[in-house]
């Protein structure tokens, strides 16, 4: 009587165990199957932190372009301030040498002449004193990298040498050699129209004409950065100098909404201010 439950227990013990290993293959197969699901998820999300990286380099290399930009224009202004400071100084010292000179000459004819004792003197060269021409900065003339020509040009260039085009056509830039720049960008885009530098060199290619002058070259170079890069960190640049080359070309209703545009879509920003202060200035002007 006693030996006679046995069997029915073991069977439930059995069953148990087997309860127990099919919940566990559950929970493997489950997690698994969550696991190969989330990776595709996390792949995506590490591209678009990527993406997310680029994109802010390039806008961390535009600021340092601009502001590379207007510290040599600064450097530029304070030497010229110097140059023309010495050279008034100098003009100074040999007025008054001349001055100091006449009056002597003067001065001895008026007096009755006496004899003195002859004494030895050193000898003391009398030449005027030298006035020293300004100073004139020598600047290194920066190659620009050409595009090639014939069967030259289905050849890939490096990135080196891609990089090196861009930095000489910006050079070129800094220099104030505006003809050499816009060509050197006009050049890089031609030759490298995949280049990462290739929306910055459209926008340089813009500043290099609005320094010159081209007002109608400007806006198109500008214009072709809002068309062709429209996500590229200098659209709001480009959009605040188009505003200024209407100005420049008297162009008001043009010049209003180009700026208007600038403060709507980038408020709270420099590029905001500025074109603010213009907009403040064409109302004092009587624009509108």
């Known amino acids: 009587m006693t030996n006679g439950p046995q069997p029915v227990l073991g069977m439930k013990n059995k069953s148990a165990c087997f309860s127990r290993a099919g919940i566990l293959l559950a929970l493997v197969f489950g997690l698994y199957g969550l696991s190969v699901n989330a990776q595709p998820a996390a792949d995506a999300q590490m591209v678009y932190q990527l993406q997310q990286l680029q994109d802010e380099i390039r806008e961390l290399r535009g600021l340092v372009e601009q502001q590379s930009f207007e510290l040599e224009n600064l450097k530029r202004r304070q ?63 920066a190659s620009i990298a050409l595009p090639a020509t014939g069967a030259a040009a289905v050849t890939q260039a490096s990135p080196e040498d891609e990089k090196r085009a861009y930095d000489s056509a910006f050079s070129a830039l800094k220099d104030l050699r505006y003809a050499d720049s816009a060509q050197a960008f006009l050049d890089f885009i031609e030759q490298y129209p995949d280049s990462e530098y290739a929306d910055n060199a459209q926008y340089w290619l813009g500043e290099s004409f609005y320094a010159a002058g081209n007002y109608d070259l400007a806006l198109n170079a500008f214009n072709g950065l809002l068309a062709d890069y429209p996500r590229s960190s200098k659209t709001a640049d480009a959009l605040l100098k188009i505003g200024y080359s209407h100005y420049e070309k008297k162009e008001w209703p043009q010049a209003r909404a180009a700026l208007e545009q600038v403060k709507a879509q980038y408020p709270e920003t420099t590029l905001s201010r500025l074109a603010e202060s213009r907009l403040r200035n064409m109302r004092l002007e009587g624009h509108f």
Not at 84 to 92: A, G, H, S, T
């Open 79 to 141: 030497r010229d301030q110097y140059l023309d400071l010495d050279q008034r100084l100098n003009d100074i010292r040999q007025g008054g040498a001349g001055i100091a000179a006449a009056g002597s000459t003067t001065a001895d004819a008026d007096q009755p002449v006496i004899s003195q004792p002859v004494i030895e003197q050193p000898v003391v060269s009398q030449a005027a004193p030298e006035v020293r021409a300004p100073q004139v900065e020598q600047r290194e003339v």
